[in-house]
Every structure is written in C-alpha cells, then in structure tokens.
C-alpha cells in the first residue's frame, strides 16, 4: 500500500511563512512524480506545485510563483512545499499527491494522481 502523510499545516498570518511536509511510504518513491493541491471551503481541489521524480522539473500554479517552493528529498521518502509570503487567499486544505504507478512526470491535473494524503489545514488570518 501507498501512505501519505501530510504535515506542518497551522495558522499565519499574512506575510508568514509554513513549510509542509509530506511522508510517504509504499515501494518506489522515487520513481513517482509528487504533487501538492489544495482545497478551500466551497471550492474544487486545485493544482499547487509538482515536482518530476528526480526532483530536476517542477511546476507552479500561477498563484504559487515566486511564492512557494517543492522539493524533495527521496532518501527520506519525503516532498516539501515551502510557502512564503502567505495570503488569506491560500488558507485551505492541503494535500499531497503521488502520480499513479510508473509516471515520473509532472502533472497539474487532479485526475492524474492516484494516492492522496489525509490533507493538513493552513489557515492565513488577515
């Protein structure tokens, strides 16, 4: 089975920062493109940050750029979204996302993630 979990989540305020985590278990991480997407009350899931499964590719929602950062680091089995600069606008769920099996390659769509973590909730007070 494949795991995620999601970590790091809290409350900010604007101008802050929070740098999630997502730990994940199962067999290949690091054959896997990862991706974060989050989801606020009353709205769809939408694409955040991916990252390719060597790390050497990413990929941004507009909203994200210049703001928050993917990485990961496959020796601990782990991704990272760093955020910086938080606005109220980003207060929402977040989730990590692991592509289904064999696909290294970044995607922003929600369709093309098979495994999902739990979410961990960022809320950004004004």
């Known amino acids: 089975q494949v795991q995620l979990v999601e970590s790091g989540g809290g409350l900010v305020q604007a101008g802050g920062s929070l740098k999630l985590s997502c730990a994940a278990s199962?067999?290949?991480?690091?054959?896997?493109?990862m991706g974060w997407f989050r989801q606020a009350p009353g709205k769809e899931r939408e694409f955040v940050a991916a990252?390719?499964?060597?790390?050497?590719?990413?990929s941004y929602a507009d909203s994200a750029k210049g703001r928050f950062t993917i990485s990961r680091d496959n020796a601990k089995n782990t991704a990272y979204l760093q955020m910086n600069s938080l606005k109220p606008e980003d207060t929402a769920v977040y989730y990590c996302?692991?592509?289904?099996?064999?696909?290294?390659?970044?995607?922003?769509?929600?369709?093309?993630?098979?495994?999902w973590g739990q979410g961990t909730q960022v809320t950004v007070s004004s």
């Open positions: 996302a692991r592509r289904v099996a064999g696909l290294g390659y970044v995607s922003t769509r929600v369709e093309e993630y098979g495994y």
């Open positions: 199962g067999r290949t991480f690091s054959s896997y493109a």
């Open positions: 990252i390719s499964w060597s790390g050497g590719t990413t």
